[in-house]
């Protein structure tokens, strides 16, 4: 069965740091590029990063408001990807969703999402 | 910076035919954008309907259709049916700085 699976989320305060991380399984993870797609309480879905395959570079784009706080990563041995968030506010408040591509094809495969919460 | 536009809300009529667009506040939206379409439910993850303007992704039915229109892409849904009600989201790649950016979604009611 093709499937990603976030772990990870929970309640940080502003000015913190969190990491979520996403296993999958049942495609060829190491071809694939891996994005992570949030979507904010009541709000729309909001493109935050991708990192590209090995073989396509293995570089990393994000959104202009997280660039320079958030750091994706990836380990294809372990069919994972993470997330590194730091500096985070409230407004990064969402849902997260891992996904597979970000590129010409879209978003093809997608986790179940993790809950992250930035309060005091 | 380009915003990605849609119709907040649209409505169809159980077996009618509905066409949503996705455009930029500055410029056409061309296959170079390489356009693609989600469909949300409420607590669950977007599913993918369309990428590459046209191309439907694996089980989806061929009721959904995507395409330019004028200069914004387009999802077309005939013979609606009461599932289909939805929040519809257009997503298009930004090649020149490698960005992908969802347009504000649109909520679909089959009434």
């Known amino acids: 069965e093709v499937q990603l699976v976030e772990l990870g989320g929970g309640l940080v305060k502003p000015g913190g740091s969190l990491r979520l991380s996403c296993a999958g399984s049942?495609?060829?993870?190491?071809?694939?590029?891996m994005s992570w797609v949030r979507q904010a309480p009541g709000k729309g879905l909001e493109w935050v990063g991708r990192?590209?395959?090995?073989?396509?570079?293995?570089?990393?784009d994000y959104a202009a408001p997280v660039r320079g706080r958030f750091t994706i990563s990836r380990d294809d041995s372990k069919n994972t990807v993470s997330l590194q968030m730091n500096s985070l506010k409230t407004e990064d408040t969402a849902v997260y969703y891992c996904t597979t591509g970000g590129g010409w094809d879209g978003f093809d495969i997608w986790g179940q999402g993790t809950m992250v919460t930035v309060s005091s | 910076q380009t915003v990605v536009t849609q119709e907040p809300t649209l409505s169809v009529t159980p077996g009618g035919t509905v066409t949503l667009t996705c455009g930029l506040t500055s410029g056409s939206v061309s296959p170079n954008y390489y356009p693609g379409w989600y469909q949300q439910t409420p607590g669950q993850a977007a599913r993918p309907l369309i990428y590459r303007t046209n191309i439907r992704s694996s089980g989806v039915p061929d009721r959904f259709s995507g395409s330019i229109l004028g200069n914004k892409a387009a999802l077309t849904i005939t013979g609606a049916q009461a599932d289909d009600e939805a929040d519809y989201y257009c997503?298009?790649?930004?090649?020149?700085?490698?960005?992908?950016?969802f347009g504000g979604g649109a909520k679909l009611t089959v009434l």
């Open positions: 990192i590209k395959s090995k073989t396509a570079g293995g570089t990393t």
């Open positions: 997503v298009l790649y930004m090649g020149s700085d490698n960005n992908c950016v």
């Open positions: 049942g495609f060829i993870f190491s071809n694939a590029w």
